[in-house]
């Protein structure tokens, strides 16, 4: 049996971390596996569902790396449901039912009243053909509940471990609408079927469809997938990450934090594992670490502060070769691996490379304090070319000369070639400064 997952967004909003962490979990055990990953966008909520979103999710993953070996949509579907709904309603499992939502929503209110789990009472089981041709000839329209059977349900999860439900304790789910749309729980459990997957890595928000699922697959005749359920993310005070509140998207992490895909895949990998956070450059790295084994029954906690710090610490690792893009986009056309292994330690994000750019690149207003002492160390500057060893020549001359050492000798130095108090080693950035700079910024000129 060659293994087959899915990720399957809704495309109703911007993917969070939350949805996203789910695409990778399903990603790495596909690629551990040797098996395929399938992309397929839930899509049936026709009132909310938007293209835009859907380019979204795909712009999304690309830029995470999580490509897809298959791609579904849903909405190309609807005729493969009816056809499912058909023969569930030729074998009695799906009922029609006339109760408006208000009329649910008393007889919910009724039983929570009294204490008793508010399951539907399958009145609609007990009408006859003549109360449902009354009922329509009212103007109703029936919406359809699957009939679930009063039988245990139970599943080995491989997060959860073993679950167990009682099919007397589950609603029987609407499946199909009053307009005869097909919901969620019902195409969900066709695609699962029919494009033979084998694994459902999915959020926790979804054990209770999960019972009902199973009963789903046993009735049309698809194999019962393995399910494991993940824990969701919450945010540090324990309250959950709502897509629709757009928090924490992906989009805006990439395009307004700064976050590169690897700081994302690499804490996402990891949160509410048995593993240590570590910062890791390839998801083959994160392949090789993968176990859904290490996946802890414990809410994983969501930290901006946690990430940020991650995307600092492989920027520290990353080679020029996965910036250059980057840098040129931000305008940087001429930065070379120099310049780039000059400034990455000082950045936590490749868009504050910008400002070291503009002390090598560009006029700085030195900040003097003691002229003659920068005025000697001018005398002193070596003659061009410069590499990795100017700095070193240079200051040890001028220690020598002025008796200088430590932070009285480098920090005069430092703000007046930078105009700043910390930055960069200043043996990487001597070299780009260049000697025409250097000996104007010494004399406290801008320049
Ligand atoms: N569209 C559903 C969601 O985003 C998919 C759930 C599932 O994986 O079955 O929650």
Redesign the pocket.
């Given at each position: 049996m060659s293994v087959a997952v899915r990720f399957?967004?809704?495309p109703t909003g911007l993917l969070h971390v939350g949805?996203v962490r789910l695409a990778l979990v399903n990603w790495l055990f596909a690629r551990k596996a040797g098996g395929n990953f399938l992309l397929r966008l839930?899509d049936t909520d026709e009132e909310r569902s938007k293209p835009e979103y859907a380019e979204g999710i795909e712009r999304d993953l690309t830029w995470l790396g999580l490509t897809w070996d298959r791609f579904a949509r849903e909405s190309d579907r609807y005729g493969r449901y009816d056809e499912v709904a058909a023969a569930l309603k030729a074998s009695g499992r799906l009922y029609p039912c006339y109760e408006t939502p208000e009329e649910l929503n008393l007889k919910r209110a009724s039983l929570v009243s009294q204490g008793r789990p508010p399951i539907y009472d399958r009145a609609a089981l007990r009408l006859g053909d003549a109360d449902r041709a009354r009922l329509e000839s009212e103007g109703r329209k029936p919406h359809w509940r699957f009939k679930l059977e009063h039988t245990p349900v139970e599943w080995t999860d491989l997060v959860r471990g073993p679950v167990h439900f009682e099919g007397s304790a589950l609603s029987d789910p609407v499946l199909i609408r009053e307009d005869g749309r097909p919901l969620?729980t019902l195409t969900?459990v066709v695609d699962d079927a029919d494009l033979a997957i084998t694994h459902?890595i999915?959020?926790e928000?979804?054990v209770a469809n999960t019972a009902v699922q199973i009963q789903i697959f046993q009735a049309v005749g698809g194999a019962v997938p393995v399910f494991a359920h993940l824990p969701l993310l919450t945010d540090a005070t324990g309250q959950g990450l709502s897509k629709r509140l757009g928090s924490l998207s992906v989009a805006s992490l990439r395009e307004e934090e700064g976050i590169e895909p690897m700081a994302l895949a690499s804490l996402l990998a990891k949160l509410g594992t048995s593993d240590a956070i570590e910062p890791r450059l390839t998801l083959d790295e994160l392949v090789a670490e993968f176990d859904i084994a290490k996946v802890s029954r414990a809410t994983p906690k969501f930290d901006p502060e946690e990430l940020l710090r991650l995307n600092a610490r492989i920027l520290h690792l990353l080679p020029f070769e996965r910036v250059a893009g980057e840098l040129a986009a931000l305008g940087l056309d001429d930065a070379d691996a120099a310049f780039w292994e000059a400034v990455r330690p000082n950045l936590s994000r490749v868009a504050e490379a910008r400002d070291w750019w503009a002390v090598t690149h560009a006029p700085v207003a030195p900040a003097v304090d003691d002229p003659s002492f920068l005025a000697e160390a001018a005398a002193l500057l070596p003659e061009e070319p410069w590499d990795l060893s100017t700095w070193g020549t240079w200051t040890g001359a001028v220690k020598a000369k002025t008796g200088r050492k430590g932070k009285d000798l480098f920090l005069p130095l430092r703000r007046a070639l930078t105009g700043q108090d910390h930055g960069p080693e200043l043996k990487n950035l001597l070299p780009l400064i260049g000697r025409t700079r250097a000996e104007k910024r010494l004399a406290g000129e801008t320049a």
């Amino acid at each position: 049996m060659s293994v087959a997952v899915r990720f399957a967004p809704s495309p109703t909003g911007l993917l969070h971390v939350g949805n996203v962490r789910l695409a990778l979990v399903n990603w790495l055990f596909a690629r551990k596996a040797g098996g395929n990953f399938l992309l397929r966008l839930d899509d049936t909520d026709e009132e909310r569902s938007k293209p835009e979103y859907a380019e979204g999710i795909e712009r999304d993953l690309t830029w995470l790396g999580l490509t897809w070996d298959r791609f579904a949509r849903e909405s190309d579907r609807y005729g493969r449901y009816d056809e499912v709904a058909a023969a569930l309603k030729a074998s009695g499992r799906l009922y029609p039912c006339y109760e408006t939502p208000e009329e649910l929503n008393l007889k919910r209110a009724s039983l929570v009243s009294q204490g008793r789990p508010p399951i539907y009472d399958r009145a609609a089981l007990r009408l006859g053909d003549a109360d449902r041709a009354r009922l329509e000839s009212e103007g109703r329209k029936p919406h359809w509940r699957f009939k679930l059977e009063h039988t245990p349900v139970e599943w080995t999860d491989l997060v959860r471990g073993p679950v167990h439900f009682e099919g007397s304790a589950l609603s029987d789910p609407v499946l199909i609408r009053e307009d005869g749309r097909p919901l969620y729980t019902l195409t969900s459990v066709v695609d699962d079927a029919d494009l033979a997957i084998t694994h459902v890595i999915r959020g926790e928000d979804h054990v209770a469809n999960t019972a009902v699922q199973i009963q789903i697959f046993q009735a049309v005749g698809g194999a019962v997938p393995v399910f494991a359920h993940l824990p969701l993310l919450t945010d540090a005070t324990g309250q959950g990450l709502s897509k629709r509140l757009g928090s924490l998207s992906v989009a805006s992490l990439r395009e307004e934090e700064g976050i590169e895909p690897m700081a994302l895949a690499s804490l996402l990998a990891k949160l509410g594992t048995s593993d240590a956070i570590e910062p890791r450059l390839t998801l083959d790295e994160l392949v090789a670490e993968f176990d859904i084994a290490k996946v802890s029954r414990a809410t994983p906690k969501f930290d901006p502060e946690e990430l940020l710090r991650l995307n600092a610490r492989i920027l520290h690792l990353l080679p020029f070769e996965r910036v250059a893009g980057e840098l040129a986009a931000l305008g940087l056309d001429d930065a070379d691996a120099a310049f780039w292994e000059a400034v990455r330690p000082n950045l936590s994000r490749v868009a504050e490379a910008r400002d070291w750019w503009a002390v090598t690149h560009a006029p700085v207003a030195p900040a003097v304090d003691d002229p003659s002492f920068l005025a000697e160390a001018a005398a002193l500057l070596p003659e061009e070319p410069w590499d990795l060893s100017t700095w070193g020549t240079w200051t040890g001359a001028v220690k020598a000369k002025t008796g200088r050492k430590g932070k009285d000798l480098f920090l005069p130095l430092r703000r007046a070639l930078t105009g700043q108090d910390h930055g960069p080693e200043l043996k990487n950035l001597l070299p780009l400064i260049g000697r025409t700079r250097a000996e104007k910024r010494l004399a406290g000129e801008t320049a």
